[in-house]
């Protein structure tokens, strides 16, 4: 009697074996971020992330609001928008979705339990059956490869995604200083042109300046005025576009910037073996191979299933009212009669093969574009250290020269304030080049380690010009 008892529980307590074994994996505390974090704090140099819990975005809007209070700098405003950023806020969600699939990819599917009941001619006919899927058993390993290559790839995805983020609030924030250094210089220009007009009239009206050159100086005046409005402007709209990027509320709008561009380094940054980072640690090179590695790990997977579609097996029993109960086992196959695998076995090898090519274009577009992109950098670096070390020493040295002769009455005072427009042309262009530089650098930063994007903007002049020279 207790054979028989164990004999009919024995399938039952196997399945239920089975299906503790399945449910091994487990979530991460961190949601799968950890290894985001890791790969950021390697080429961001800091490991703020976006929040997951309430306690956490107390904690960042504390720091945040810390932050706040003194000037920004670069890194402060790429440490705002990775923990303001709410689109990134949502993909780092999103990984939380990746990695709970990868758990459900390590558990066994759950058993199916049927039960039937048939009544006739004063009989009762009762059917139960207890099954579970032996195939998805079998595969679960693989499953779970196939889930966690899916899950890693999205971590390099979201890592990506935070490179990009910071380096848009860098270059962000550069605009957002280079316009207001901009609009302030102006304003400067505004005011001496305001006064050169000025006098200009007086000595007309004297008898002492003839109306062109009166007409002219006049003329730079409202053209000035003219630049001050687009550089007001312009302030206004970097700035605005640096509160986008940093997800700020408008309570929080009020911050400061610095009066100007940080300096120019005292050295460009070497190129050694810029081609070979960017191959081992740029993130849409993993991402390609990552791609191939599990599209050649798939196509093993669909080899070895390629037979057998459906497979279930599991416990059943049968009793009839007045009769003993009968039980015993059932097994569903779906015959490979129709559809032998070869056409999924063709696709996957074709799409292995489409993933290996798109892995080595993006491997060759990597080196291009950091290629390109140095080669902007110097071209910005050379460009910005012309303008400090030739261009406006010398611009300087001319003025004091003309200073001199206007004291020893050799020139006339609108010769020295011709002068004086010409060195603004040298100082607004040594901004402009300072402002090109920071930017090449950061998107030098985004060819290696990032996923690199097009150089275009790099080499374009600002809107605000500057106020062309009257010609005497």
Known sequence: ???SKWMSARPLLLSLAVLTLAGCASLSDDGGTGPVRQLTQSRLGTTATPPRTEADRQASQARVAELLQRPLTPDSAVEIALLNNRQLQARYAALGVVEADRVRAGR???PTFSFGQRRGDGETEIDRSLMFNVLGLLTVPLNEQAAARTLERGQLQLAADTVDAAHEARRAYIDAVAAQQLWAYAQQ??????AAAELAQRMLAAGHFNKLDQMREQAFAADARLQVTRAQHEVTASRERLIRVLALE???TTFQLPARLPDLPAHEAPAQQAEQQAL???????????????TAADLGLTRRTRLINVLHAGYQNASTTGASLSQGYEVELALPLFDFGEARVARAEALYMQS???AAQVAIQAQSEVREAHSAYRAAYAQARHYQDEVVPLRQRISDEMLLRYNGMF?????LLADAREQVRSVTGAVQALRQFWLAESQLQTAVYGRGGSLTGLGEAS????PSAATH
């Open 189 to 194: 220009v505004q005011d001496a042109a305001d």
């Open 411 to 415: 020139n006339s005072v609108f010769e």
């Open 250 to 252: 408008a309570a929080q």
């Open 463 to 466: 809107t605000t010009a500057t």
């Open 356 to 358: 290996v090519h798109q």
């Open 1 to 3: 009697m207790q054979t």
């Open 108 to 110: 066994l599917a759950n």
């Open 280 to 294: 081992d640690q740029r993130l849409d090179v993993q991402m390609a191979k990552r791609a191939a590695e599990a």
